[in-house]
């Protein structure tokens, strides 16, 4: 079992930045990939970025490419999402997740957190 906490989230101007910390417990963080998905209201849950066990290869969708930046401190067992130039468009409930492979979809995840609110205001 892998525990994923977010945290960081919170409310931002247009044009600002946030970053997102998503904390893990359990099992061998450095063993798994580890990304973030976003849900806006009234749509479905979206792929975000990814980025592999070992921190050398990452992923983004194209909404927020050359925009936000994922990282991963495997000695704190941390995972970060930097954004930046935000967007109206970027408000939505942020989650971690984590599996032993990697993912672009929600059917390849196997652990989730509880999500992080972020609000973008024009």
């Known amino acids: 079992q892998v525990q994923l906490v977010e945290s960081g989230g919170g409310l931002a101007q247009a044009g600002g930045s946030l970053r997102l910390s998503c904390a893990a417990s359990g099992r061998t963080f450095s063993a798994y990939a580890m990304g973030w998905f976003r849900q806006a209201p009234g749509k479905e849950r979206e792929f975000v970025a990814l980025i592999s066990w070992s921190g050398g290869s990452t992923f983004y969708s194209d909404s927020v490419k050359g925009r936000f930046t994922i990282s991963r401190n495997n000695a704190e067992n941390t995972v970060y999402l930097q954004m930046n130039s935000l967007k109206t468009e970027d408000t939505a409930v942020y989650y971690c997740?984590?599996?032993?492979?990697?993912?672009?979809?929600?059917?390849?995840?196997?652990?989730w957190g509880l999500g992080t609110q972020v609000t973008v205001s024009s």
């Open positions: 997740a984590a599996d032993e492979y990697a993912f672009v979809s929600e059917e390849g995840v196997g652990y």
